[in-house]
């Protein structure tokens, strides 16, 4: 918590102005009932009007005061926890741009956008409040206790006793309610995760007529969540019946000694209720502070969260400027690459060495896990090297200036990633210039033109937030677009064809010829039938290269490649393949 | 918040709807509800007269001194203790008591959501997304639940301390009173103005988070492919000129809802100092006591709070009936069409399956089956091929009843599906979808979950049929290993498998199956492909076919084509053929 403080040091003398305005708001404050004291000691019992219309007006002043450093306060600290929050989701989203492959895997998605938005509006909160509260408080308990004192020296002893009951209260209560909210907040997970399960089997629990079974394992979460609430219920709600006891009886226990106290001093007559008063100030300011660091565990949760992130260093720095002439063709080749997870024992890839030349095809091939994924991965350095060298055009991929690097390759995922927008603005992604001609042409090479025209607004058309309101084949066929609308000299696609289905598969990848006949083009696939033509095949199991060649060749002498496509073709045409491959 | 939280901070439409629902739906708890506001009222009444004995007990100090009358004082003292500890017990059985009826009333709502996600029809959710009905499940029933104790508690506390507070300052002192009853409205007055522009801004500030929450989840989602097209300086602009946005609104947001206390404290202030003022003018020409001075500045302290309290309440109740409006809405969602009366049965199924001119479309303007006929006899294995959008899920899920056709029949055995009963028909069929949902609980109790009572021979039987017997052998608990949707123990095929084995496990006399097409290894692939050619063996079934080796061995392929069967027949003859399926075929499998 305390480490993310720093970012508070551009607002500084905003923060130190916060300071001032509110000591001069607490003692103004708290001058107010030493003024009433005076009122009955000095102007009521001596039957001394001008000394209630001075001290009143005085009164007035120092309220008129108070108000006011309690507005410039309040600005202040809004202002001031706003901003200082924004700039630490600055700074987190500028860090996770940053972050490689590995990083994100090591976090994962989802919890790198948790610790954006949810975590640091946590700290938000906590901020806005400490700056309003927590300097408010304990100036209120210092000043408070040494008005108090002063007031009624004898009376002391009262403070502490009230100041002692709300604590130990307030951490009895705590104490039995704490070890229960972690238990609570399982359950709470454990009801949405059964109610999103219903959601996403919806057709499965159907299909095996389970509506009951499934309603019965949410009733039985569902009561024990009840149970759980009505018992945390039951202490929780004892807080303030035994504040409110608290409160009545310091307050009954000031007027009975104080009148008590009558016989040595009659001026305790004023100041037996401004006593009560400073008391309950001081009382009011340790509950809030005690309620406040019950709140400071579940934000340095947070802070930790948001720590974590900021303090990773990037580990794949570019150079500033390409240095070195690139070949005029296009080209990749891998040296002798060898990958391997930051800490992790074993390989992801093994001495991996091959070229890809332009105008030609290669395409990898393997099981899952067998590295195919993060080899392409290597080329726009998503992941770096652990050895070896990956070069592009001849010259080595750390020369590189990023957007150099980058303008270089189209890149087509997995799993179609689309941004909202419209579909013409998705397709320029990477290459804001181009004209509305590139662009449709880019979605007929991709086979998208068809379903885009279809649409009501064609390529006007809105995208939802991540797609959403474009079928899976679709959104990935508007991906590939991009990647052709950008017209890079090196083609990735990581396994971009398994959505679509076989006919388009097949079509795409004719259209796709023509434009690629200056480009490298690395596939990644699944299906035999996608590579089958390629110029070069890398067949990869375990992280290792098992085999390089054609079609043909690799059906001759590969073993992994013979059962990678048997599994796939009927006997009788895998002996037909085979056939043809010996001839 | 996720991006789903910003609709529950919408504008009511229809509030009237929303409170007559809601009201209507606290009715069965009336009684402990009426039991606490009675509390409540109780409660507050005691802890009035607290000021009011300790000013007395100040009076007679006075009145006896310099012989204080420490008999009388007591009494007042044990007086006021017996008040305050009684008000206080009073208190705690309110809140206990509403707090039970909170709880009981959330698990309600929560169970009336899991029944309707059970009976509202599967075109329900193609049109609502997921995360927003579970929001109604969280979010809403969170807040109306809160928002409904917090103000059955607040306004009856308020009312009650409002009335009993302004009686006891007119008997210690009308004019007094008066001043007090100018000066505490004006503030609420204005506090509530400013309350109404922070309101405001607090929507702007939510909305503002909702855009800016789903920028960062877009952003990152699409990390690789910004990297790739340099994209990131366009990126973080337009993030930092939302984050910017959200700050400023936030700001304000603070500001006015902070800006409350410092004007209340002027108020406040103001009312203390008059009252000081005039007060001591009273007592000086006495008409009035200290004690009663004293009694009422802390009447005044009290008269504040329940005003802005019932100030506030606008507030409360626009979140609680747009909460009470997005449940309620969800909850009068039309339902599925209740099973046909009297339904008819299959006592022994043939598995002859006839589609009869069968018509549908989702959305009731573009047809997605138009006149599809087609008659399967018992034990046929039917392979469907055709272009994405054909409509061959479509089939599917009207052959389930997940659907019901628009016009024709769907006929079993000779017997219209439409008049048997829904769940008789699901009995029917054993599915394996593209989609391997399983539930998060262990392997054999995800096996089973078509039928509940079958044993573990049966189980490791399926499992062996299917080709997983050892897969699962080899994970660390075995059968008993928990596994779940999203989890990694097991890999995407192998979850496929787990389908297969768990529709085997029912053992039903159909079968539906949806092949998958990708992310599959190839040995745990050629698993796959066994089992499929296994447990299709002798049964009607349907696959929705994306492996040659599937189509080829198929009895009949239906092959569609814009929600129609363009053709049919086996591999051969519809390669012979050479019309649209030929097409197909070589554009894919053959050799150039």
């Known amino acids: 918590m305390f480490k993310l403080m720093r970012f508070l040091k551009p607002y500084w003398w905003q923060v130190i102005i916060l300071l001032l305005a509110t000591g001069g708001q607490v003692y103004t404050t708290l001058q107010l009932p030493a003024l009433m004291a005076d009122i009955i000691n000095n102007g009521i019992v001596e039957s001394d009007m001008a000394t209630v219309w001075k001290d009143g007006l005085l009164m007035l002043g120092l309220a008129t005061i108070s108000a006011l450093a309690s507005f410039i306060s309040s600005y202040f600290s809004a202002k001031v926890g706003a901003f200082f929050s924004r700039d630490i989701r600055a700074a987190v989203f500028q860090k996770v741009l940053m972050f490689n492959l590995a990083d994100i895997k090591n976090y994962s998605t989802a919890s790198l956008i948790t610790r954006t938005t949810n975590d640091v509006n946590q700290i938000q909160m906590i901020v806005t409040m400490m700056l309003s509260m927590l300097l408010r408080a304990p100036l209120f308990c210092v000043l408070g206790l040494v008005m108090a004192i002063q007031t009624a020296p004898e009376m002391s002893w009262i403070v502490a006793v009230g100041i002692g009951a709300v604590v130990i209260s307030v951490i009895i209560i705590m104490s039995l309610v704490a070890p229960k909210f972690k238990v609570f907040q399982k359950l709470v997970d454990k009801v949405t995760l059964i109610t999103r399960e219903n959601l996403t089997g919806l057709k499965v629990i159907r299909a095996f007529n389970n509506e009951s079974i499934e309603k019965r394992k949410f009733t039985r979460t569902n009561d024990e969540l009840t149970k759980l609430l009505i018992f945390v219920d039951r202490i929780l709600e004892l807080q303030n019946p035994l504040i409110n006891i608290i409160f009545n009886g310091t307050t009954l226990l000031c007027s009975w000694i104080g009148i008590s106290l009558l016989d040595q001093n009659y001026s305790y007559l004023g100041n037996m209720t401004a006593f009560a008063e400073y008391v309950t100030f001081v009382m009011m300011s340790f509950l809030m502070l005690s309620l406040f660091f019950i709140m400071i565990p579940r934000a340095n949760v947070s802070a930790g969260r948001i720590n974590e992130i900021l303090k990773v260093a990037p580990k794949i720095h570019f150079p500033k400027k390409t240095r070195g002439v690139p070949n005029k063709k296009a080209s990749v080749e891998f040296r002798k690459v060898s990958f391997a997870y930051p800490d992790a024992a074993e390989k992801v890839l093994d001495d991996i060495s091959f070229t890809a030349e332009a105008g030609k095809t290669t395409a990898f091939i393997g099981s899952t896990g067998s590295g195919k994924s993060t080899l392409i991965n290597l080329v726009p350095r998503f992941y770096e090297a652990t050895s070896g060298e990956i070069l592009i055009d001849g010259i080595d991929i750390k020369e590189y200036a990023k957007d150099d690097l980058m303008q270089k390759i189209g890149l087509v995922p997995q799993r179609g990633v689309l941004f909202s927008g419209t579909v013409k603005s998705n397709i320029k992604f990477g290459a804001p210039n181009a004209t509305d001609e590139q662009v449709r042409k880019a979605a007929e090479i991709a086979q998208a033109d068809g379903f885009i025209t279809r649409l009501p607004n064609g390529y006007g058309s809105h995208i939802t937030q991540g797609g959403t309101n474009v079928s899976g084949g679709q959104k990935q066929r508007l991906s590939i677009a991009r990647a052709v609308c950008k017209n890079p000299d090196i083609f990735v696609f990581d396994d971009a064809f398994s959505a679509l289905d076989m006919k388009t598969d097949a079509r795409l990848r004719e259209a796709l010829k023509p434009i690629t006949s200056d480009a490298v083009v690395l596939i990644v696939a699944q299906r035999v039938s996608t590579i089958k033509d390629a110029d070069q095949i890398v067949v990869l199991d375990k992280g290792k290269m098992v085999g390089k060649g054609t079609h043909q060749e690799l059906l001759g002498c590969c073993k992994v490649y013979q059962s990678i496509v048997k599994s796939q073709l009927s006997d009788a045409e895998f002996r037909k393949e085979m056939h043809g491959a010996t001839r | ?592």
């Open chain 2, 1 to 592: 918040m996720g991006p789903h939280g910003k609709e529950s901070a919408g504008k009511v439409k229809n509030s009237r709807f929303a409170f007559k629902e809601f009201s209507h739906s606290i009715k069965p708890y009336w009684i402990s509800i009426t039991f606490s506001v009675l509390l409540a009222v109780g409660s507050a009444i005691l802890g009035l007269f607290t000021p009011k004995l300790l000013g007395d007990m100040t009076n007679i100090a006075i009145n006896s001194y310099p012989n204080i009358n420490w008999g009388e004082i007591s009494s007042k003292a044990i007086t006021v203790v017996i008040l305050f500890a009684s008000s206080a017990i009073l208190q705690y059985a309110q809140a206990f008591v509403l707090a039970v009826v909170s709880a009981h009333y959330t698990k309600d709502l929560r169970e009336k959501i899991i029944d309707k996600i059970a009976r509202l029809p599967i075109s329900y959710f193609d049109k609502h997304k997921y995360g927003d009905i579970l929001s109604r499940m969280t979010n809403d029933v969170d807040v109306l639940t809160t928002s409904m104790s917090q103000e059955i508690a607040d306004v009856s506390l308020s009312v009650t301390i409002l009335i009993g507070v302004m009686t006891m300052m007119l008997t210690i002192s009308v004019p007094l009173s008066l001043v007090a009853f100018i000066v505490v409205p004006i503030s609420v007055v204005v506090v509530g103005r400013i309350a109404n522009f922070a309101h405001k801004y607090f929507r702007e500030q939510q909305a503002t988070l909702g855009v800016l929450n789903s920028k960062i989840e877009e952003d990152y989602a699409g990390l690789i492919i910004i990297k790739s097209n340099s994209f990131e300086g366009a990126a973080t602009s337009s993030f930092g000129e939302t984050n910017d946005k959200l700050a400023r609104a936030t700001t304000k947001a603070q500001i006015f809802s902070s800006l409350s206390f410092p004007v209340t404290h002027i108020f406040t202030n103001l009312g203390y100092i008059a009252i000081c003022v005039m007060g001591g003018m009273f007592v000086i020409d006495k008409s009035l006591t200290i004690g009663g001075v004293q009694a009422f500045i802390q009447y005044v302290s009290r008269f504040n709070r329940p005003i802005t309290e019932i100030a506030s309440t606008t507030t409360t109740i626009q979140s609680l009936l747009a909460a009470s409006e997005r449940i309620f809405e969800f909850l009068s969602e039309p339902e599925e069409e209740p099973d046909f009366e009297p339904a008819l049965t299959i006592p022994s199924i043939k598995g002859e399956v006839e589609f009869r001119n069968v018509c549908f479309s989702y959305d009731g303007v573009t047809p997605i089956i138009k006149d599809f006929s087609v008659k399967v006899a018992p034990g046929t294995n039917v392979a469907i091929v055709g272009p994405t959008g054909a409509g061959k899920t479509t089939i599917i899920n009207l052959l389930m009843r997940f659907y019901e056709p628009d016009s024709g029949d769907i006929v079993i055995d000779g017997v219209p599906i439409k008049e048997i009963k829904r769940a008789d028909v699901r009995q029917l069929f054993g599915m394996v979808l593209q989609d391997t949902w399983l539930f998060s609980g262990t392997v054999d109790e995800n096996l089973r979950y078509g039928r509940k009572d079958a044993s573990l021979s049966d189980i490791k039987a399926a499992a062996k049929f299917c080709n997983i017997e050892h897969i699962i052998e080899a994970l660390p608990h075995g059968y008993k290993t928990m596994i779940s949707e999203d989890s990694d123990n097991v890999s995407a095929g192998e979850k496929q498998l787990l389908t297969i084995a768990r529709a085997m496990v029912a053992n039903p006399p159909m079968l539906i199956l949806d092949e998958a097409t990708s992310n599959v290894d190839t040995r745990t692939e050629h698993l796959i492909q066994e089992s499929f050619e296994k447990i299709t063996h002798g049964r009607t079934s349907f696959v929705i076919a994306h492996r040659l080796s599937t189509i080829r061995n198929a009895d009949l392929i239906l092959v569609m084509r814009d929600g129609r069967i363009v053709e049919q027949g086996n591999h051969e003859t519809l390669l012979k053929a050479n019309g649209f399926y030929a097409e197909l075929y070589n554009s894919q499998f053959a050799e150039n």
